[in-house]
């Protein structure tokens, strides 16, 4: 067999692997070989899992190709876009295909003055429409069946624009490659080209994403009932749709066919599993979404080898798992639970609570003691916004901010889009910039050497009015909330720690140095923990209760005592 590291992926920029990843490279090829089919890695930041996904997805197209079934492809898919286009670009030189929604591709037959998702496939029509009924008869006309588009039974056919789709040729590279990269929810679509592995990275999002895919919207007006009664609705319901199912001429309307679809598959999976869907009602809408989503996390992938990885995944049953340190020293990327005051509310109100104390003492940290940029992650916009407003009426300091309205203020008064704040706040000339973030837990890196704090100014909470968060407790307690609390504190702290790797000397030839401030000039970046709910300093604090929630790489780099 071929030595596994002569798969490796060499590009511009990647050169060799690093000894995590040789490790894990080891421990999958031999679980794989053993007849694995279902593997759990734990990577934190600075592992570099792309080139580990990329690695074995080539050894394995190469090595485990069974003598029947030559034409074996892999894929690596992500819940985040963003992580998506991180592949893409990464990988493309070495032939990486990648495909995304139809919405970051342009139309040609609009001239590309829109994207895919509003062109004329997409509405059932045809470009050359007028063009093809000029001179025809009335039942002519109404002989037109645009599904036959494919066939091309018109003139006009030949020379049609939707010929040269950019998506369409996008998709067709991506189906053919074997080796493909896209996002979980097309995956989950079947958009793919039946992989035999299939790589997950950031796998511990998938809870939230296969819920959403898979959340049922349906417009009527059904207002709040009992769980029986929806059945009864749901079931009247399909049967409504299946009556108009049909066009005039008993042709199927794929529209209707896709919302009877999905109505069948909450009265199947009840069937099956008895377990009640969680519903918002709405004005003129009801909204219909599972409490709980791992039983549909296998049948995604049914008879094929499964990776799923992450710094922080969901540990499931029956499931191989591997796990590889930080390659990062513990003294280069340090977190210090600095207890400034508890940030709870009083009553659900701001006013008179003890958030209202604490924010004060935060931002007087921050501008007196920080020094480079700072990300704060506040987990809510409510406290962002206390947060500007205290940073910008007492000290004149103009932070980024994360709003819900997808704009930021607060920026000498300049808006800038929501999508844009990491960019702006990288490419600040202010050494001291702080940008306030509320979801910029996951699938943003900052590995800029100005970028040196990562502040969590309050724990993450999830909304006990929310009706998801009611359901999942009555199903499933409260355990569940502090095992997701801990992931989103260690997904968030892990935002800044990927610029040490720029300075090997330093880790070379000090392999041994304990963490110090600026050590030999290097500027460490440092992670703070501000909420003093973190640990309130008793025999009852949140973190020594819950400490086996958090994985090694993130527990060995704790600073006691500053």
């Known amino acids: 067999m071929t030595d596994i590291i002569s798969y490796f992926p060499v590009t511009s920029i990647i050169k060799e692997p690093r000894p995590a990843q040789t490790q894990l490279f080891k421990q999958t090829t031999e679980l ?108 002519e006309k109404e002989d037109i069946d645009r599904s036959k588009c494919g066939k091309k039974p018109y003139p006009q056919c030949n020379g049609c624009v939707c010929w040269g789709c950019i998506y369409r040729e996008v998709k067709r590279q991506y189906m053919i490659s074997p080796i493909s990269n896209t996002n979980f929810t097309l995956y989950s679509f079947n958009i793919h080209n039946n992989p035999h592995l299939t790589i997950i990275d950031e796998s511990e999002m998938l809870e939230g994403t296969i819920r959403n895919d898979i959340t049922v919207i349906i417009k009527e007006q059904w207002g709040k009932q009992v769980w029986s009664d929806y059945l009864l609705l749901l079931n009247e319901y399909y049967k409504e749709l299946e009556l108009e199912s049909l066009d005039s001429k008993g042709k199927p309307i794929l529209k209707t066919i896709r919302k009877m679809n999905s109505v069948h598959k909450i009265i199947q999976d009840y069937t099956e599993h008895k377990e009640e869907w969680n519903v918002r009602v709405m004005e003129n809408s009801v909204i219909f979404e599972p409490i709980t989503v791992t039983r549909f996390i296998e049948p995604l992938f049914k008879d094929k080898t499964v990776i799923l990885m992450s710094a922080t995944p ?84 103009y932070a980024l901010m994360q709003t819900r309205e997808n704009h930021n203020i607060f920026d000498d008064n300049n808006n800038i889009s929501r999508y844009e704040i990491i960019n702006a706040f990288k490419k600040s000339k202010d050494k001291n910039q702080i940008a306030l973030t509320v979801n910029m837990g996951r699938g943003i890196d900052c590995p800029e050497p100005e970028i040196c704090n990562n502040v969590i100014a309050c724990l993450p909470q999830e909304n006990p009015t929310d009706s998801l968060i009611k359901a999942k407790i009555r199903l499933m307690g409260t355990s569940w909330i502090d095992k997701k609390k801990a992931v989103d504190v260690m997904q968030a702290d892990s935002r800044i720690k990927r610029g040490i790797l720029s300075y090997p000397d330093v880790i070379k030839a000090n392999p041994s140095l304990k963490w110090l401030p600026n050590q030999d000039g290097l500027v460490i970046k440092k992670g703070w923990i501000l909420d003093s709910n973190w640990n309130n300093m008793s025999c009852h604090s949140w973190f020594d209760n819950n400490k086996r929630l958090f994985r090694t790489w993130f527990l060995n780099r704790e600073v006691k005592n500053g």
């Open 314 to 397: 969901e540990i499931l049953p029956g499931w191989d798992v591997l796990e590889v340190d930080s390659e990062f020293p513990p003294w280069s990327v340090p977190w210090e639970f600095k207890p400034l005051g508890k940030m709870t509310l009083q009553k659900g109100k701001y006013e008179g609570s003890s958030r209202q104390k604490t924010i004060p003492k935060i931002c007087d940290f921050m501008v007196g003691n920080l020094e480079g940029k700072t990300l704060v992650h506040c987990f809510s916009y409510n406290t962002a916004l206390k947060i500007a407003d205290f940073l910008r009426s007492n000290y004149g300091v």
């Open 32 to 139: 794989i070989k053993s007849g694995s089919k279902k593997i759990i890695v734990v990577a934190p930041t600075g592992v570099g899992k792309g080139a580990y996904a990329l690695t074995i997805m080539n050894w394995f197209n190469s090595e485990c190709i069974p003598r029947d079934e030559p034409d074996y492809k892999s894929m690596v898919c992500s819940p985040l876009n963003s992580l998506v286009q991180q592949y893409e670009k990464s990988f493309y030189e070495i032939g990486l295909k990648t495909l995304r929604g139809r919405a970051h591709y342009p139309c040609k037959a609009h001239n590309m003055t829109k994207q895919c998702d509003e062109g004329f496939c997409q509405s059932e029509t045809c470009p050359y429409e007028d063009d093809i009924q000029r001179n025809r008869t009335t039942k």
